[in-house]
């Protein structure tokens, strides 16, 4: 850059201004950071999480936003919808009303597929998606303390567990790629504003 006044510096800065170089790099960063946390996000759910993936709608409702405000510009992500009520849970580790623990809303157990057994689909799904209200397909079998599960009466195979409640374990997927982005906003940040400055021809 060649060497100017202290003058062509302040009118190519407002230059920058007045034309919309700056806010655009500011809100172009909002978008790159909102993108960048919607991918690490759903990367976290299908990858770097044990969330035990199976229809795939969790991921799908993973998306970034993007809200300009007065002085700049709000980038985040968010989950979940009235498709996806567990994306809170399982980012939060706790239910709406701030359980983390999870009852049986009308009967006295939680219904618990034995890993890889009978009860589950191919994809993971329980066989039975409502209730089991008693048939003679099932044996009620009580266990030590509060458990017992329900084996087939005829084969005597166990199919389901059941608990009283089950704690939530938190796995977020959305904080990490927020504190993960707040790190790379700085640098991110300069880079824009950089090349929006070269645009009025300043800085190299």
Known sequence: MADMTIEEFRD??????????????IVETGHTLAFMMERQAK???????????????LRQSIKPV??????????????GSRRVPYAAIHETGKTSD???????????????????????????????????KGGTEFQFVKLKGDKAMLVNRFTMDPWYLLVRSVGIKKRPFLEPSRKNAEKRMPRLVA???????RSVNLGS
């Open 12 to 25: 190519r800065l407002k230059e920058a201004v007045r034309t919309g170089a700056i806010s655009d790099a």
């Open 43 to 57: 990367h976290r759910v299908t990858g770097g999480n044990p969330l035990n993936v199976r229809s795939g709608k």
């Open 66 to 79: 993007v809200r300009e405000i007065r002085g700049g510009v709000r980038a985040g992500v968010q989950a």
């Open 98 to 132: 701030g359980n983390d623990r999870i009852y049986p809303k009308k009967a006295q157990y939680l219904r618990i597929p034995f890993p890889g057994g009978p009860a589950t689909t191919r994809t993971g799904r329980d066989r039975f998606q409502q209730s089991l």
């Open 191 to 197: 880079l824009k504003i950089r090349k929006a400055l």
